[in-house]
């Protein structure tokens, strides 16, 4: 068989062009919207149809995985094979050794008491409308809120006749999961959620306020919630958990301003690091193997600038290494308030002032500021759109 496939095609020349595919692929993603065309045309044409036809499945398949969802499941109509091998699990392990994807980014909106959503897809720059079915398949799907967002699943809570179920779905497959009931807790929410990709599994964290900051976790390996270790100071903890070096890293209002989880000890540490002075609206997020904080800087309760800080790799202590262009500033904060929702999810942040149709995105690989596209979803001058989570699209993911 391999002399019969290598009097074809060879297999060095095989491995080479499916290296040189894959990457191309990834290279692909990453080039300006009015290049993309001329480059597809030229690179369509370079390529041998009798090496394509002779590819073995297994490098069609590794070309296959590289390919953005939205792609992907526009090819499976090309022939039976393609559309029954995406749910195949030699398929799906290909998937998951693919270990970043371009991001979405998820924005709500209420129109006429119905919620809504859109997805923003940094891989063709360009924003899709998304059924709430999309995020559990039932009967009343928009009766649902997110709250965490990790390796390709999301984090939902019922509310009305669902308040207080939680459920763990990927809304790429609409495949979910309805978690048992939590451990009873005064005002419960949740912290943050954190993928083992390694173990497929995952644990969600859920804390509840008071005295003492008393938390609980679940553990999709046991199927059950757990009860871990109490923080014996009153603290109220804020949204953009991130988790950084085995630690889930929190915005608190403690004087320090951080605190962190150990999900494997299940106790709270204290942070001895400071947050920057007159810090507004902060967030937290990971970069490759980097802490970064972002957040305004206000002056006599007025907001003049938004800054990208870094954890310093030696000294506890922020540097500011970003910080978002005068010109830019001026046209995202139109209003008084200067409050702003920051979303960020592999190599991009996204800026968006409250109930304002501008999105700033920020590049942090290029160094680089855009401005996104206008979302449908402030089509209607009603509608209250705000930007909500970002996840990666991984259709091997499993709640």
Not at 175 to 203: F, H, N, Q, T
Not at 271 to 276: E, N, Q, R
């Amino acid at each position: 068989m391999e002399s019969e496939v290598a009097g074809n095609t060879p297999i060095t020349h095989l491995a080479s062009i499916s290296e040189a595919l894959s990457q191309g692929l990834q290279n692909l993603c990453r080039i300006d919207e009015d290049r993309r065309g001329e480059v597809e045309q030229r690179a369509a044409s370079s390529l041998d149809s009798e090496v394509w036809c002779n590819l073995p499945e297994h490098l069609v398949d590794t070309v296959l995985a590289w390919l953005p969802p939205a792609s992907l499941f526009r090819l499976r109509t090309v022939c039976k094979r393609w559309n029954s091998v995406v749910s195949s699990r030699a398929f799906l392990d290909t998937c998951s050794k693919i270990k970043s994807r371009l991001p979405y980014f998820l924005m709500f909106a209420d129109h006429f008491h119905r919620r809504v959503a859109a997805v923003y897809d940094v891989s063709v720059s360009s924003w899709h409308l998304l059924p709430f079915s999309s995020f559990m398949h039932c009967r009343f799907p928009e009766s649902f809120l997110v709250l965490a967002a990790a390796g390709g699943l999301l984090c939902l809570e019922g509310t009305g006749s669902q308040s207080g179920t939680m459920f763990v779905s990927n809304p790429i497959t609409r495949v979910y999961k309805k978690l048992p009931r939590m451990i009873a807790m005064k005002s419960p929410y949740v912290v943050g959620m954190v993928v083992d990709d390694e173990m497929k599994s995952y644990k969600i964290l859920v804390a509840q306020d008071g005295e003492t900051l008393a938390s609980q976790v679940y553990d999709s390996s046991t199927n059950r919630w757990s009860l871990t270790g109490v923080y014996h100071r009153r603290t109220a903890i804020l949204a953009g958990a991130t988790f950084y070096n085995g630690l889930l890293f929190c915005l608190t209002f403690s004087p320090n301003g951080l605190l962190a989880f150990d999900l494997e000890r299940g106790q709270w540490l204290e942070v001895k690091l400071a947050l920057p002075p007159s810090l507004s609206c902060p967030n937290l997020m990971t970069h490759q193997d980097r802490l970064l904080l972002i957040g305004g800087i206000e002056e006599l309760g007025s907001l003049q600038s938004v800054h990208v800080w870094q954890l310093h790799p030696t000294k506890p202590e922020w540097m500011d290494v970003e910080r978002v262009p005068d010109e830019l500033f001026k046209r995202l904060f139109t209003s008084s308030s200067g409050h702003f929702i920051c979303v960020g999810q592999g190599d991009f942040i996204c800026l968006h002032e409250y109930y304002s149709p501008e999105i700033l995105m920020y590049d942090i690989v290029r160094s680089s500021w855009q401005w996104l596209p206008g979302c449908s979803l402030n089509d209607n001058i009603e509608a209250r759109s705000v930007l909500g989570f970002a996840f990666q699209p991984r259709i091997e993911a499993v709640p």
